[in-house]
């Protein structure tokens, strides 16, 4: 089994600032990556993947991620939050595409 | 609208009593999976289905049964609940099993076993 860690549970960043979510992963093998955003009460939604190629990713609402093969990470960055980014983020790892690993989460409070 | 759809959404049973949580799709997706969210664990996968009559197991299958006889249909069954099973519970579908497309979720049934 894939393990997927973040080891930020908790960040909060003051509104207009940079932010990096933290995400590392367990596997000899190639792999596929995944950010997803859950805002209060709803369910998932994709930010953006990683399947091969460019190792710099750019999602929706200006996310972008970084693959770092060497150092088993899958960073996720924004050059400038929002409020409205306020919200719970998860890292997630595949191999098959059938089978995914998510790690516990990131909860993301913008700061006015 | 393409959605997942998921009922009920809220669920209090008591241990031992049989329940479904049904999942449907109406985007035509071949695979579809359950997950269970819980606090400090994230989301962790139960069961997954590549199409019609195709399952197989995840991560945290035990306590859990699904069936997959129609393409559009994934419904999640505990037989004997048990309090461990508290937790938030999610059904997504994509289109097919590869990793490129994208899975959408639906809204989740939170249960509660007593």
Redesign the interface.
Known sequence: ?QS?T?LD?QVPVFEEAPVELRCNYSSSVSV?L?WYVQYP??????LL?Y?SGSTLVKGINGFEAEFNKSQTSFHLRKPSVHISDTAEY?C?V?V??????????TSLTVIP | EAQVTQNPRYLITVTGKKLTVTCSQNMNHEYMSWYRQDPGLGLRQIYYSMNVEVTDKGDVPEGYKVSRKEKRNFPLILESPSPNQTSLYFCASSLTWAPSYEQYFGPGTRLTVT
């Open positions: 089994a997927v973040q549970s596929y995944f009460n709803q369910g998932l939604q994709l993947k399947l998860f997630a595949s098959t595409g059938n089978q995914f690993y998510f790690g516990t989460g």
